[in-house]
């Protein structure tokens, strides 16, 4: 798909998720495929500026984690525009705006002419940094204040005669936080109220089958995809296929324990490389429960792993917990579907009524599906 002046593999995105998108997650998530373009996490636009050696490393790349996305956050006009100035030289290929919501409580007193003052200000923040850099600017935002503050659509409008290349969209107010359903005609609003930029519609992606329904009954170019990419790595790889199935869904066959396991140690091996083996093991205690979420029961592995401090200790809780999870194999050596974890669905999408996943006995009775958790974070902010 067209980015501004970039052309992408795939009209997938990976949303950034602070304390999560870092290189190593980006790297793993590259070597499965599907994924058009990445971003980092939030990256303060003072603190790049100030050379804090923290916000640099959020920006670390190499060239296996392109094309690469930066995503400053910041208010002070100059200080967004030099900021995009630096992701731009330290070889981003494009800067996103972090906006959250633009409409503060207090706005609601002022109405519409408060939000429009705040509109315009944002405007101008963005006209700065379009016209300092050569790579597209985007910006991240959420449908609104509340379900009586839309104001994505005057927003997006606002934003691309500012010179945006794309807008993201999670279809949830902030009110709503991460709670209740992805409104999908909200995002049919931003998408109906921008002239020709692309639209990513987000929130709760969590199968390709939720991606192929959110651009259908939105209109969206692209979706970008956070917490599902960090259940499940191969979900941008599984929803191009099933993008490009025409019409038939066809989704690649899940990948095996042995897969999954080798893909975990993959993401350690680079958490170590980038990080260093005392805080890549500290970071990935967080990171491995994740991993573990399709393992089948995987209790005895996630007690140890919390305590995670070097490569060769995680060699031993892997070696234990095979052993402990023979328990829950059938005569041929797979997990017994009973022991299945429950598949996810988007809250957007009907449950599905047989509930086993994939590769598993359909025939078994059914689990209730579950909505996605929300990784330990600050998640007020957006
Ligand atoms: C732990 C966490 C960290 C997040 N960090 C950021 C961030 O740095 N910048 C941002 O714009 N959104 C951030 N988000 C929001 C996500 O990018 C995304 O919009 C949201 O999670 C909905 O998409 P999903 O359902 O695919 O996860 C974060 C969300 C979570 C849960």
């Not at 067209?2 to 992408?8: M, N, P, Q, V």
């Not at 630096?86 to 002419?113: F, Y």
């Not at 990948?255 to 083996?277: C, K, N, Q, T």
Request: aromatic letters at 6%.
């Amino acid at each position: 798909m067209r980015f501004g002046a970039l052309t992408l593999e795939s009209n997938l995105f990976l949303s950034p998720l602070a304390g999560y998108t870092n290189l190593p997650f980006r790297l793993v998530l590259r070597e499965i495929g599907g994924v058009g373009l990445c971003t980092t996490d939030l990256v303060n636009a003072r603190s790049l500026l100030e050379q804090r050696a923290k916000a640099f490393k959020l920006i670390e790349t190499r060239p296996a984690d392109s094309p690469l996305a930066v995503q400053l956050f910041g208010s002070v006009p100059e200080e967004m525009r030099d900021a995009a100035l630096v992701a731009e030289a330290h070889g981003a290929a494009s800067v996103d705006i972090n906006m959250g919501c633009p409409v503060r409580k207090v706005c609601n007193v002022g109405g519409g002419s408060a939000m429009m003052t705040e509109l315009n200000k944002t405007a101008a923040l963005v006209r700065g940094m379009v016209k300092a850099v050569k790579i597209p600017v985007t910006a991240k935002m959420r449908l609104g204040w509340d379900a009586d503050n839309l104001t994505a659509p005057d927003l997006a409008r606002a934003l691309e005669d500012a010179g945006v290349a794309a807008v993201f969209v999670h279809g949830r107010t902030r009110e709503q936080g991460f709670g209740g359903t992805v409104n999908l005609a909200g995002i049919r609003s931003v998408v109906a109220a921008v002239k020709s930029i692309p639209v990513i519609g987000n929130g709760d992606i969590v199968t390709p089958q939720a991606a192929r329904t959110m651009l259908d009954e939105t209109g969206c170019a692209g979706v970008s995809i956070g917490r599902g990419a960090f259940y499940n790595p191969w979900i941008f790889r599984h929803t191009l296929a099933c993008l490009q199935s025409e019409g038939s869904g066809q989704v690649p066959p899940e990948p095996s324990f042995a897969e999954r396991v080798r893909v975990m140690s993959r993401h350690l091996d680079l958490m170590i490389e980038v990080f260093g083996e005392e805080l890549g093991c500290r970071m990935f205690r967080k990171i491995a429960p994740w991993h573990a979420k399709r393992f089948g029961p995987s209790s005895e592995f996630n007690k140890r792993v919390v305590l995670l401090s070097s490569q060769a200790q995680f060699q031993e809780i892997l070696h234990h917990y095979l052993q402990w999870r023979t328990q829950f194999l059938d005569a041929s050596g797979e997990l017994s579907p009973r022991y299945c974890p429950p598949p996810m669905v988007a809250s957007f999408m009907q449950a599905p009524k047989t509930a086993a996943e994939p590769g598993c006995n359909a025939d078994e009775p059914a689990v209730v599906p579950r909505h996605i958790p929300v990784p330990r974070g600050p998640v007020e902010v957006w």
